[in-house]
């Protein structure tokens, strides 16, 4: 069954609003992943915050994590064109050690010149 | 120089063939693994090998194979093609130290008429 599900499923705004995009979970895990999809091209990782951890910053992007809650939001700062994507996110839950990540549907993101 | 390679990059076929999906990575990783993505996006992981050995095996029909002749390659072949497999196959690499973060390929799109 699908482990992470994004909210909401699409995203329009303007270029240097913030975005903020929600995901929810089901089981522990060891970390929670975001990642980025251009149209028609691989997915690129972007930041990784792990089950201890409740914030983390990479430039632009800020990531929350509450394992109580089983959730987490990424928050994209000043946004531009170029972030037009579909943004993921990935859980890594307790399984024996292997990397078996679990993807929810995404966030079609949308930021308008 | 590309990390995560996949060939062909467009698959388009006809019901009851059978095709090979290649994926190389140049990166030194020791897993790969193979995602099937929907026409909704939803992103499913399939299999995943661990130098050579396979350690990640979803509910996949067996008409799948997945085969990694050496570290750097999982090739993926799929028999009796039906309708339902008509998807985007990502292939990704992960190394030990760093088993979080998968390196995606561009993806091979594959179409069952």
């Known amino acids: 069954s699908q482990q992470g599900e994004e909210d909401p499923q699409a995203l329009s705004i303007q270029e240097g609003e913030n975005a903020t995009m929600n995901c929810s979970y089901k089981?522990?895990?060891?970390?929670l992943q975001w990642y980025r999809q251009n149209s028609g091209r691989g997915l690129v990782h972007l930041i990784l915050?792990?089950?201890?951890?409740r914030e983390k910053h990479s430039g632009r992007l800020r990531v929350t994590l509450d394992t109580s809650k089983k959730s987490s939001s990424l928050l994209i700062t000043a946004s531009r064109a170029a972030d037009t994507a579909s943004y993921f996110c990935?859980?890594?839950?307790?399984?024996?050690?292997?990397?078996?990540?679990?993807f929810g549907a995404g966030t079609r993101l949308a930021v308008h010149p | 120089d590309t990390a995560v390679s996949q060939t062909p990059k467009y698959l388009v076929t006809q019901m009851g063939n059978d095709k090979s999906i290649k994926c190389e990575q140049n990166?030194?990783?020791?897993?790969m693994y193979w995602y099937k993505q929907d026409s909704k996006k939803f992103l499913k992981i399939m299999f995943s090998?661990?130098?050579?050995?396979?350690?990640i095996n979803e509910t996949v029909p067996n008409r799948f194979s997945p085969k990694s002749p050496d570290k750097a390659h999982l090739n993926l072949h799929i028999n009796s093609l039906e309708l339902g497999d008509s998807a985007v196959y990502f292939c990704?690499?992960?190394?030990?130290?760093?088993?979080?973060?998968?390196?995606f390929g561009p993806g091979t799109r594959l179409l069952v008429l």
């Open positions: 990704a690499s992960s190394s030990r130290d760093s088993q979080e973060t998968q390196y």
């Open positions: 089981t522990s895990i060891n970390n």
């Open positions: 915050i792990r089950s201890n951890e």
């Open positions: 990935a859980t890594d839950p307790f399984s024996g050690g292997y990397n078996k990540l679990i």
């Open positions: 990166l030194g990783h020791d897993t």
């Open positions: 090998y661990n130098n050579k050995e396979l350690i």
